[in-house]
């Protein structure tokens, strides 16, 4: 048996969640028997899909649910060598005994540093991807506003419209993440919704409508859109973080959705299997030719798991939020 | 010339509107001229969407912007004759002289009342058959959810369902409306969501989810379809009446659209041009069939369209609400 650690939910969240609602439990990994292989986390992602699971299908007092990358340490299993790096869902475990299923190998392009197969390369950047594309069925050259454009999936879906030729209003909550989408990424327009009027800034923003929303915030950032939106235009719905946990104004101006012939569409990452290899094809390319540029925010150890989802409901994070747990 | 009269908006409401804001303007119709002809208007159609454009593009002291029937009393236009009956979007005139621009010959089933024309084979017709088919995706035996199923689009919405063979449940507001749509029109299960707890009669009368909710409420009633929406179903957004006349609180349950991946989409009834030859050959045979029931609410008098027109907002209407105006 190896000792090992787990992040569990101890108690569901009430509002916004804080470190009481999880423990650091102490493990122990079984022997690695045969057909298994035992793997050491290496990096763990932290995401808002995972705050509304915290009062639904998580369970209490197991790992939290999650993804991240590890290294295998021990093979019994012929699918998988010692020292491979593999892609895994399997909840917050430092070191896991597991059979392999659900888990995949990643081949890792050497130019490219480890953790953007955890945000660009990975599940956040195929969710920006497909939901901008596949979902947004966005054409060069369109009018784009972007919301939580200084997070992990908003960052890559106004670079990926920039790509396009479109032009691109960013939504954010800080001024240095203005300043990074402005100055680094390039965007053609930034707004503070907290310290901005946002439905005059985002008018004066897209003096031509908006023909793709990228929703990741709901309720007043939902509500500015709503009425700039051109006909037949779209909003990707990739999340509604001001709602997570709870409170937030309800939304209101949903009739444009009418007149304009607006289409409003969910989406998980989940639905995008199919777009895989083109998109790690593209993706690839942009990050080594830099036209795609990303922000980290790494917490280093394991334990601080919960403080880094928290982190992300307050806005601490610039760019995608990663737990470093080992090299 | 001829005296004819006139429905003018004198004023811009503000929430419900009053019959102060309208008015009853005498006129002249100027003499035909070569290629035009004048029109006696038989049967006009108030309907909800005309409530927003009271304050937006209807312009004042100029005929309210509308639909109805006339028929060709005086011809200079080789393409009509005279007693020839045309449907005309005009605005709300008695008698008119046109160059015939926008105006259509209508062929009428000697087997059908003229009225229907104005509903279930008009304008609202064609909004519940191109919403729920074409925008709504519907497929033979799915579970779907009607609101306003009481009112002319709704009832007509919920009826195509079930010759679809769909488990059908109606939302209305009056207690005869609920005895309609069980008895006559034939719904598996109606809701008063003026006397009943909507989300729990809801779950309730769809205990399989919704696959398809048709829109045309907001609000309280949006609310209590999304947490029952099934993966990849669809909302037909075509009207939000609960918000027209202000008031009435916000959306909160969007983030539903997430995890389900359903699509909202918003149309309009001139989206639906290329059905418009299956429409109505479907629904004819519908109507002499028996299949589609309906039921209207005739005012009398071309000065009561004021009248009709708020009494829809206030559930006064059994059905389409028309404003007869000469035989």
Redesign the interface.
């Known amino acids: 048996m190896t000792k090992t650690r787990e992040i569990h939910l101890v108690r569901r969240p009430s509002g916004m969640p804080v470190l009481a609602d999880f423990s650091v439990a102490d493990a122990n990994a079984p022997e690695t028997g045969e057909g298994e292989i035992k793997v050491q986390t290496l990096i763990m992602s932290v995401d808002p899909y995972m705050r ?1 699971r915290l009062n639904a299908d998580q369970p209490l007092n197991a790992p939290l649910l999650g993804g991240g990358i590890g290294r295998v340490i021990e093979s019994r299993n012929p699918k998988f060598a010692e020292g491979q790096l593999v892609r895994q869902g399997v909840g917050f475990r430092e070191v896991h005994v597991s059979d392999g299923k659900g888990m995949s190998i990643l081949n890792r392009d050497p130019d490219l540093p480890l953790s953007v197969y955890m945000h660009a390369l990975g599940g956040t950047g195929i969710t920006a991807y497909g939901g901008l594309l596949d979902i947004g069925k966005l054409k060069d050259g369109e009018q784009v506003v972007v919301s939580t454009a200084g997070g992990a999936v908003g960052s890559v879906v106004a670079q990926i419209a920039k790509i396009k030729g479109c032009h691109v209003v960013g939504l954010t909550g800080t001024d240095d993440k203005v300043a990074w989408l402005r100055e680094e990424a390039g965007l053609d327009a930034v707004i503070n919704y907290k310290t901005q009027n946002l439905a005059e800034a985002l008018q004066a923003a897209a003096p031509k409508g908006i023909d793709v929303y990228f929703e990741n915030v ?1 309720g007043a950032q ?1 509500d500015a859109a709503l009425p700039l939106m051109n006909v037949h235009g779209r909003v990707p ?4 973080i001001s ?2 946990n709870g409170g ?5 101006n ?15 990452a989940t ?1 995008f299997a199919h777009l895989n290899g083109a998109f790690m094809s593209d993706m690839t390319g942009w990050l080594k030719s830099g036209q795609i540029k990303y922000q980290e925010t790494v917490l280093d150890g394991f334990e601080r798991a919960p403080e880094g989802l928290i982190g992300l409901f307050e806005g601490r994070n610039h760019g995608k939020m990663l737990i470093h747990v080992a090299d």
């Open positions: 509304p709901g939902l719905v990739c999340g509604m709602t997570y937030g104004e309800g939304v209101r949903l009739f444009n959705l009418i007149y304009k012939r607006v289409r409003m569409e969910g989406f998980v639905d």
